[in-house]
């Protein structure tokens, strides 16, 4: 069978992308926006496609001689997202037909058109009936609500309130109930849809038991040991309740946005699909999902997160707008008797619990400005404690370029009156860390006239660190 996997970057897509490659009697082929944001450990039998869906062109390369697709696509984080998915939809069911694609398998989000139905939940119906409206290719649209597994965005917001809040005052939403379920069973049903015999389309619904998102919090806790305490209170708007949870959480104030509207409408199962067509799938309880999902992230084996995907702007030439920035702080060190591999692991070890090298209170005030400002903030950490890929969120950055014991390149993802890079790179003998910086405007210019003082003091002392540490270091 030759099977396309869309989204293999992202959270569920890479996932699923490690089970399809157990099974040895299927062909699988990515389709990719960009190739360096796969592991470099990426067999070598498998074809990469690069491109996107809005590229009919490189669709129909991508496509030809596909059996079954998968659809793992959404531009949720652009601002006309609704129109880009319903196009980006359009084109791939068109081109699926063209090529003669048997199966299209889509995951969306549960629940259902009414009058507070969220604006993110209506983009993904309205993808699923763009999928499903092509007589020639049979569509299977699986429904998820909450996905519970280490890194996706409502399970880090649920561990990250109740590890920190032993009072939380939250909005009655909190009331509203769902159907979580596990990440490891959403591939189950992901996979099996491969081979299901069945030939018209349809939706399936999963999750498992029905719990409301207090219910979810409370039994978090329990899980981590934890007694937590939970007022509903009438008056907590959408703006306050996003803020708070920017405040709190990793995500950042849009992406709290929303998923707080998504809380006020019940995202429940509405059919008997899943037992009716999977009925050797049972999904795991809440708690148990919660218990895998922490065991992952306390042995660093976090396969994915939610982040990874997020605010990506792989269109960019980063390396052409490096050369471009207006302001640069370089220093240089001489490599002496270091390796240049011992320096490459350290500084490829930067961020998250390990910290920045040098003046950790000064980044920490930088990431609390930045979640004050509805940034991101510093919460994203690390995906791992020894692994970094191209595609990562670090903290408040992302990981672009990657060269093994030459580069690192990084992208600034908090709010900045401008755009930042700093990259850490060895060339012959010597080490150089550079901060870039194009500013917008005025306002630009005088942020970065305004850190000269500090950039003085941190880049400074962060190379002399990361010089010390790679000598000592085995
Ligand atoms: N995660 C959840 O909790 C959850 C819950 C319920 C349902 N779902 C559904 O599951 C699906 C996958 O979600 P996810 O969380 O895995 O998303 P994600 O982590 O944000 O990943 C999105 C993927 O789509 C790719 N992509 C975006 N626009 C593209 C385009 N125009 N052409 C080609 N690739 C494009 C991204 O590639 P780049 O790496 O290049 O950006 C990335 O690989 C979505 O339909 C979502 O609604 C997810």
Redesign the pocket.
Known sequence: MKVLL????????RRLKYMILQDKSIELRL????KK?LSSNISKDIDVFEG???DREKLKLALKDIDVAYY????LNKKNYKDLDKT?AQNFIDIAKECGVKRVIY???LGVKNENTSEHLLS?IETGEVLSSCNEVQTIWIR?GV?IGSG???FEIIRNLTEKLPIMTTPKWVDTKAQPISVDDVLSYLYESLSIAIKENITVDIGSEELSYKEMMIKTANVLGLKRFIIPVPFLSIGLSSYWLNIFTPVPFIVAKALIEGLKSEVTIQNDNAKKYYPHINPLSYEDSVKKAISEIKSNQVVSR?SD??G?T?DKDHQHEISDAIFVDRKLENLNEITSKKVFKTFMSIGGENGWFAYSFLWKLRGMIDKMIGGVGLHRGRRMEKELRI?DSLDFWQVVDIKENERLLLLAQMKLPGTAWLEFKIEGDKFIQSAYFYPKGVLGRLYWYCLVPAHYFVFRSMIKNIMKKAKYSN
């Not at 869309?6 to 959270?11: K, L, N, P, R």
């Not at 389709?31 to 960009?34: E, G, K, T, Y």
């Not at 793992?72 to 531009?75: A, F, M, N, R």
């Open positions: 869309t989204g293999s970057t992202g959270y569920i897509g389709f990719v926006r960009n944001a996107d869906t809005f793992l696509i959404h531009s980006s995951l969306g989000g993904r998820a996905i996706s965005t409502s939610w995907s997020w990506v792989w595609g």
